[in-house]
């Protein structure tokens, strides 16, 4: 309820009586407006951090590898090549390109990738190419690339005499005459750790400054409301005679930068641009990246610990993978519910329950960390089939937890819940809990027994005769 008391002394007792009510009053309509349309704005935004984000493609363990390898040789710009390596093993697109130590092999490079090329000087001193004149673009020849490569030599030593040059990044011209030039970037806030940022590209991207910061993790969802608040967003959605951008690309490519923050810390700075956009994909033609030695920067929001996914191996040969949950399990954990028993349900959450409803399904999979745990077992093999999970609710101390398990009903018997508590127990005890404690329903014979067998005390509930209370120090 808002209300609006126009007037001050004829009002003032009216007031009096909605502030001890507690209740909101304005003194203008408008001010009661304002607050009304701020109260919808943060329903909207609560329902979009409810969203169930679709499951993003991430980088294959040996392509981080290979980043960790190149970040960790380095310090300072990385040149273009293995900037835009890194990109492409991130599953940024990019286009072809080669290094030559110098013009005529320069001129080789270009024949080798054939048609027209652009050249790049390559040198750890400039940053920003296109302003000492180090960017040639749209040459047709090898004879055309030795003779710009001979002249941006001289062109160097007179603007900037005091860097070295390394050589020169031939790379293939891209020919997307109607797609839409993007910036993407990462940079390293000292408050807030590192931040991602997209926005309109090109040459003039600082000066037209229309752009949207995102902190990692940052899934599809995130990505595409990053997308959307950017003035930009009107221009990828098609216009005239060109098409509408393909969003689901760029989205991938901002869950990308995100992921490449938190996979190498090392990497402070990040610049794609431009990124071209149309209806067909993205290309990166362009990046940057910076390495540095120094303390690396924490992020200010916890990100998937996939470090602890491992094995979960059953008493009775059955292989699965236990890993921590994440809000892209929201489909397969109501699936897994829908699947129960309905004795086993009541088991869990102590009443009948036919499905978990999309706030409870999400409260459950978008979790903290920092404070909370969940681990899914699924059979490697099967996208989406959950065996069992075990949740892990530390206090605000960290001192103590509360946990709950649950078993497929069809999956008893395998030795599923012994390890999946296990699992638990371990996690405590890395965390430094000092207490484990979970409440079973009296009837619930199965899971009593199995906490008496790894050592819980179990004892009665005063005053509730149907739950029992299993604590134990891990």
Avoid: C
Avoid at 6 to 17: H, I, N, Q
Avoid at 170 to 177: D, F, K, L, N
Wanted: net charge positive.
């Amino acid at each position: 309820m808002v209300a609006a008391w126009v007037g001050e002394t004829s009002v003032k007792a009216a007031r009096a009586k909605f502030a001890k009510a507690k209740l909101a009053s304005f003194t203008t309509p408008e001010e009661a407006v304002r607050a009304l349309g701020r109260l919808e704005l943060f329903r909207r935004r609560r329902l979009e951090l409810l969203e169930t984000p679709p499951l993003a493609d991430g980088p294959h363990q040996l392509e981080r590898e290979r980043v960790a390898e190149v970040v960790a040789a380095h310090s300072g710009w990385l040149n273009g090549l293995q900037a835009k390596s890194i990109a492409a093993a991130y599953g940024i697109p990019i286009n072809r390109s080669q290094l030559a130590p110098s013009p005529a092999a320069a001129a080789q490079a270009a024949a080798a990738i054939g048609g027209r090329v652009a050249l790049k000087i390559v040198s750890p001193g400039i940053v920003h190419k296109s302003e000492v004149g180090g960017v040639v673009l749209n040459l047709d020849t090898p004879a055309a690339v030795e003779i710009s490569a001979e002249a941006m030599l001289g062109r160097i030593a007179k603007v900037r005499p005091d860097v070295s040059v390394t050589g020169f990044l031939v790379e293939e011209m891209v020919a997307r005459p109607k797609a839409l030039e993007l910036f993407l970037g990462m940079t390293i806030d000292p408050t807030f750790g590192p931040v991602i940022a997209f926005g309109h590209g090109g040459t003039a991207v600082e000066v037209i400054g229309d752009k949207a910061l995102g902190l990692p993790p940052l899934n599809l969802n995130l990505a595409r409301s990053m997308i959307e608040s950017t003035k930009f967003w009107r221009l990828l959605k098609g216009y005239r005679d060109r098409p509408a951008a393909d969003i689901a690309p760029i989205a991938a490519a901002i869950v990308t930068l995100s992921a490449l923050a938190i996979d190498h810390p090392g990497i402070t700075d990040v610049d794609i641009n431009p990124l071209f956009a149309d209806d067909t994909g993205i290309i990166a033609v362009d990046a940057r990246i910076h390495v540095s030695r120094a303390r690396p920067t924490l992020l200010v929001i916890a990100p998937y610990p996939a470090h602890l996914t491992r094995p979960l191996n059953l008493p009775t040969g059955e292989h699965l993978t236990a890993r921590p949950i994440r809000p892209e399990d929201e489909p397969a954990l109501r699936q897994f519910i829908a699947g129960l028993a309905p004795e086993d349900v009541r088991f869990r959450f102590f009443l009948p329950l036919r499905q978990l409803d999309h706030p409870l399904a999400a409260r459950l999979t978008q979790i903290d960390y920092d404070r909370d745990m969940a681990f899914v077992a699924a059979p490697s093999t099967v996208s989406g089939d959950i065996w069992g999970v075990v949740r892990l609710h530390a206090g605000p101390d960290g001192m103590r937890a509360e946990y709950a398990i649950t078993v497929r009903s069809d999956r008893k018997g395998l030795g599923l819940g012994t390890a999946l508590l296990t699992l638990a127990l371990d996690e405590a005890r890395r965390r430094g809990i000092a207490e484990v404690w979970g409440d079973v329903l009296t009837a619930n014979a199965r899971m009593l027994n199995l906490a008496r067998d790894m050592g819980f005390a179990v004892t009665a509930v005063q005053g509730d005769a149907a739950i029992m209370r299993t604590v134990k120090r891990p």
